[in-house]
């Protein structure tokens, strides 16, 4: 079992910066994966970015490339999203997902275990 629990969503303005960070417990953090997807009013749940056990691979979302960060922190058992100058568009509630499977994977399916989501609004 892993639980999580997501945090420092809130509203941001164009060109501004935002980080959310998941905390993890219940089994060992560094054994698996870790990433982050979004879902807007209407719409379906999307992938915004991966990490993987260490830390060492990191994937992203075209949308969110070059823009948001993840990273994760092992001794604290947090990983995190560095959101640098979000757009309208980013605004969703932001879900932190853990993965203990071997395959790295962008489908949400494939995700074991989910926190609560945190809402982002990005305001113009």
């Known amino acids: 079992q892993v639980q999580l629990v997501e945090s420092g969503g809130g509203l941001v303005q164009v060109g501004g910066s935002l980080r959310l960070s998941c905390a993890a417990s219940g089994r060992t953090f560094s054994s698996y994966a870790m990433g982050w997807f979004r879902q807007a009013p209407g719409k379906e749940r999307n992938f915004v970015a991966r990490?993987?056990?260490?830390?060492?691979?990191?994937f992203y979302a075209d949308s969110v490339k070059g823009r948001f960060t993840i990273s994760r922190d092992n001794a604290k058992n947090t990983v995190y999203l560095q959101m640098n100058s979000p757009k309208p568009e980013d605004t969703a509630v932001y879900y932190c997902a853990a993965d203990l499977g071997v395959i790295s994977t962008t489908s949400p399916m494939d995700y074991d275990y989910w926190g609560q989501g945190t809402q982002v609004t990005v305001s113009s």
């Open positions: 990490i993987s056990a260490t830390g060492g691979h990191r």
